[in-house]
């Protein structure tokens, strides 16, 4: 069964989709829409001459040139897209974050109440190896019960999107939204459990401070330190910074138990390292008892690797989207209200670092 997708929005995540779906067997991009030419031209680049390019992603719903959609436009046009494409019988992967704001979420939870077909919110994070690998061992018990949280991202700035949109808190939602919805969506995932409180300290010290588009000067934030108290009694933290290129890991991820500590340690993408060259992944185990530490060096598959930013992370999300599609067995490992708790978190961050107060989650529920 080979299942037509139809990608609206064809800029950088856009066109990772796309060069990923070309990998698996049994996809195949029919259709693309944008309202950017040039995004379009570049897109159209990577599709068979057969798929149809449009300008309006409604008229790609009605080609009938699909079986299922990936979302990959801009934050701020996620909520009404949604709530038009959710009138359709397809299924949809949408990428992060599902909207800029907790409201326009439950509004897109609740339009698809008692759909049919699935909805999959697009968590990157989640599958790329070295994650994989941290979430087997924690699921197997090797830590013993997770009690701390800690994960670290040391990155390159905001990459240049079309009319800067990216710049902005209310196209993105803010940057504890935009980019950190991948990490409280870890979070939960790895505690089995929901926050019940956030603090964070954060501000815009270093990027874009020059900067003006239209008159205006970007808002977003490029770093922060974010602590959040769970249900269940385990606490997490994030420690963003983005204006520290070049560094080794661009991400590490530390799950600590009564029994162990696990880190998994994942680079950057190949093109922004020193060399150009993909380094490889990192596990390490830390245990209490026996004072050991094992390592486990995780490569990849160059060719996947190369198809995008995420460490082949895209890849394996849409492999498994593509057989919860083709099997009609299960439902989204990642689905709506995952979504709407991602961006809940990231809004009430947003709003701790701009008000020095902890924000309790039950007050935004």
């Known amino acids: 069964m ?8 064809s800029g950088m995540m856009g066109q990772e989709h796309i060069r990923n779906l070309a990998l698996l067997e049994g996809a195949k991009v029919t259709a693309i829409a944008d309202q950017n030419a040039d995004m379009r031209a ?3 680049a990577l599709l068979e ?12 719903v009605a080609s009938g040139a699909c079986d299922a959609l990936v979302v990959a436009t801009p934050n701020d046009l996620h909520h009404a897209m949604m709530l038009d494409l959710l009138e359709s019988p397809l299924p949809i992967l949408c990428e992060k974050p599902l909207c800029t704001t907790v409201s326009e979420c439950r509004d897109v939870v609740a339009k698809a109440e008692g759909r049919a077909a699935p909805v999959w919110v697009a968590m990157e994070y989640r ?4 994650v994989q690998r941290l979430l087997e061992e924690v699921g197997a018990g090797r830590i013993g019960q997770p009690r701390m949280v800690a994960i670290r991202e040391h990155r390159f700035p905001f990459l240049d999107k079309v009319a800067a949109w990216n710049r902005f808190n209310a196209s993105t939602g803010g940057t504890l939204v935009e980019k950190c919805c991948h990490f409280w969506d870890l979070m939960r995932l790895i505690l089995q459990s929901n926050p019940r409180r956030v603090y964070a300290s954060a501000r ?3 990027n874009h401070k020059g900067e003006a588009y239209d008159g205006r000067a970007p808002d977003i934030l490029d770093n922060a330190f974010v602590t959040l108290d769970f249900e269940n009694g385990a606490r997490a933290m994030l420690d963003l910074c983005m ?6 890991w661009q991400e590490v991820v530390s799950v600590t138990g009564d029994l162990a500590r696990i880190d998994a340690k994942v680079p950057g993408p190949a093109r922004f390292s020193a060399n150009g060259h993909q380094h490889a992944a990192e596990l390490e185990i830390s245990e209490r008892a026996s004072k050991t530490v094992t390592r486990e060096t995780i490569t990849g598959d160059p060719r996947i690797l190369a198809a995008g930013d995420h460490f082949g992370s895209t890849f394996y999300q849409h492999e498994r989207f593509l057989r919860l599609i083709q099997t009609g067995v299960g439902k989204p490992e990642v689905d709506l209200k995952d979504g709407l708790w991602s961006v809940l978190i990231g809004q009430a961050a947003e709003q701790s670092a701009r008000s020095g107060q902890a924000v309790e989650l039950g007050d935004l529920k």
Do not use: C, N, T
């Not at 204006?243 to 080794?248: H, I, M, P, V």
């Open 2 to 9: 080979i299942v037509r997708y139809g990608v609206i929005g």
């Open 42 to 44: 570049q897109a159209g």
């Open 49 to 60: 001459p057969q798929a149809q390019v449009f300008a309006d992603y409604k008229q790609l």
């Open 204 to 206: 815009q010290d270093v």
């Open 127 to 130: 599958y790329m190896d070295p």
């Open 243 to 248: 204006f520290a290129e070049g560094s080794r």
